[in-house]
């Protein structure tokens, strides 16, 4: 069974940066696409980036497109998401997933493993 723990969300400024990191254990994390979603009050999970087990497949929500990277370590079976300009509709708590398999998917009924989640704050 994988385990996903994401850690640090935080508050921050307008404008300012984050990096989020999603620590997994209990499965063969090199041949996992791992991804992030995120979800606000009152609204839906959606998704924003993912990344396949090689790297060599990446795909981002187009509302972070030149604001977020998502990258992996697989020695440290660690995901990332780098956050820069951020802004305060980026306000949601932050989720890391994984599925087994290379096809990098938006869609969260897709992803067999969930984290619980790391909030993010940006004020208005």
């Known amino acids: 069974q994988v385990q996903l723990v994401e850690s640090g969300g935080g508050l921050v400024q307008a404008g300012g940066s984050l990096r989020l990191s999603c620590a997994a254990s209990g499965g063969t994390f090199s041949s996992y696409v791992m991804a992030w979603f995120r979800q606000a009050p009152g609204k839906e999970r959606e998704f924003v980036a993912a990344m396949s087990w090689s790297a060599g497949s990446t795909k981002y929500a187009d509302f972070v497109k030149g604001r977020f990277t998502i990258s992996r370590d697989n020695a440290k079976n660690t995901v990332y998401l780098q956050m820069d300009s951020l802004k305060p509709e980026d306000t949601a708590v932050h989720y890391c997933?994984?599925?087994?398999?290379?096809?990098?998917?938006?869609?969260?009924?897709?992803?067999?493993?969930w984290g619980q989640g790391t909030q993010v704050t940006v004020p208005s």
């Open positions: 997933a994984a599925r087994g398999g290379s096809i990098t998917y938006s869609a969260a009924r897709k992803y067999d493993y």
